[in-house]
Structures are given as C-alpha cells and as structure tokens.
C-alpha cells in the first residue's frame, strides 16, 4: 500500500490530519506530486514534515515559484511566494534552513515505479501538473469536452498510470477522453494493465472542487482510493488573515473549497 499526496500550500492543519489518516490505516509509504508551499502559513513547517514523512517529492509549480521565480502568477500567488522566501530565509537555525533550501533544490520533475498490483504490472509516473508539461500544465475536468485534442496528445505521453495533482480537482481521465469525479466511481478506481489513465489525488492544503475537506488517494492491490478528511479549516484561515502578505482570498477559499 502506497498514499500520494499534493498540493499542500503551506497548510499545516490539512498536512497533518491527512499524514494522521495515512498512519491510521498502517501505510507506510507516501509520495508527494509538489506545490508542497505557497498560498498558505506554515511553509517551514510543512515542508519539514514532507522532506521526514515522504519517499519522494516532485518539483511542483509554487515550489519552483519559491526556489527560482513566480512566472505566470497572478498578484496575490506572485505575492504569498515572495513571503514564503522571506519566511524561509529568516529561520534562525541554519541547520534546519539549508535542509529546505536543499530539498527544494533538488526536487525532480518526475518519478517513474514499475510495480505488481495485485496480480497487475504497473508502470506509474508521478509529476505535479502533466505527464506533457510536468511542472506547468492544467488538465482540467472541462478539457475532455472543450478541448478533446489536448487531452489526446497528453496521452500520448501516458505510459500506463499517471498520478498528477496541480489542478486541485480529484478524479480519473480516460483516453476516450473522459473523465470521471471520485463520487462517480464511489471513490475507487480499479486500475487494470490495459486501461490508460491520467489520475489526480486533488489538494490537501486547497481543495477547488466546492468540497472544502482535504483530497489524498491510498492504492491498495489495484485500486485507488480517493479520501477526504475534514480538518481544523478556522485554525488556518485565522493564520493567514494575521499575516498581512497573505491575501485574506486565501482564507476564504479555504472555506469554500475553490
Ligand atoms: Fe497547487
């Protein structure tokens, strides 16, 4: 058994509920698809808790932001990662600041695992945002119907299995194209040998999908396990209201799961 988990933004109440979650249910192994900061108000926090908990993390979008430069970023994302730098450069203990300097240094663009699930070969690649375009590029749900030919072409560079995050909206692309929520596959996906598909775990730290509770998938044998969990929402949102670079956007969103 194996959990992934994405797009933690900084949010440290969603983080450890999920990580909670993962060790209730005895799994050991976790991978991280990136955005492991931005938006929110642990930074320092979290990323301490992925670089100890997880097997590997890949280099997400924010996490780039943060490292090198915000590019295509609207002001108040440009804004919460110019504060996450601040915040990570004014931790006192060198030590514990050059260990997630480096981490994020070195975070690769993808990771591949040929595996057995169940009786199933698996080959599975993980990457923040798009098998194409591993850092940068959406896929959204809407594609599959308003630009079919997109999604065809990411395809193409889908081996088998890929577990993306990036979008904050969980669920299952299938190359006809299609896609299907998790409520449509009652939270289970079964993967086969035969069957592509592009799979996104959603957000721990900023759900966008109108449910406000935190998104990770579990595989057991074959099957994907999507999970929700709520957490302590009102913990995080007073935090980022209290420090002024964050947008208070970042906190309603929390609330309202967008
Ligand atoms: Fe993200």
Not at 81 to 91: D, I, K, P, Q, V
Not at 170 to 176: I, M, S
Request: net charge negative.
């Amino acid at each position: 058994m194996f959990a992934v988990i994405s797009d933690i933004h900084s949010n440290l109440e969603a983080l450890s509920t999920v990580l909670a979650d993962i060790e209730t249910r005895g799994i050991k192994t976790i991978y991280c698809l990136g955005d492991v900061i931005g938006y929110g108000p642990n930074p320092r926090e979290c990323l301490d808790l992925i670089i100890d908990r997880t097997k590997w993390c890949v280099l997400g979008n924010h996490d780039y932001a943060v490292f090198y430069e915000p590019t295509n970023f609207n002001y108040g994302a440009e804004q919460a990662s110019f504060w996450t730098r601040f915040s990570l450069e004014a931790e006192q203990h060198g030590a514990s600041r050059d260990r997630r300097w480096s981490f994020l240094g070195e975070l690769p663009m993808r990771q591949t695992l040929k595996t057995k699930l169940g009786t199933n070969a698996a080959i599975i690649d993980f990457v923040h945002a798009s098998p194409r375009k591993p850092v940068n590029e959406y896929i959204f749900p809407d594609d599959v119907y308003t630009n079919p030919q997109k999604v065809k072409l990411v395809f193409e560079r889908v081996k088998h299995i890929c577990f993306v995050g990036h979008t904050h909206l969980p669920g299952v692309f299938l190359d006809e194209p299609d896609f299907y929520a998790p409520d449509e596959l009652n939270n289970i996906y079964p993967i086969t040998e035969k069957e592509k598909a592009i799979v996104n775990i959603g957000s721990v730290g900023q759900p966008r999908d109108r449910d406000n509770r935190a998104s990770y998938v579990y595989v057991d044998g074959s099957e994907v396990h999507f999970v929700r969990l709520d957490y302590d929402i009102e913990t995080t949102t007073q935090k980022i209201k209290a420090i002024e670079e964050l947008d208070n956007f970042q906190a309603e969103r929390l609330q309202e799961g967008r």
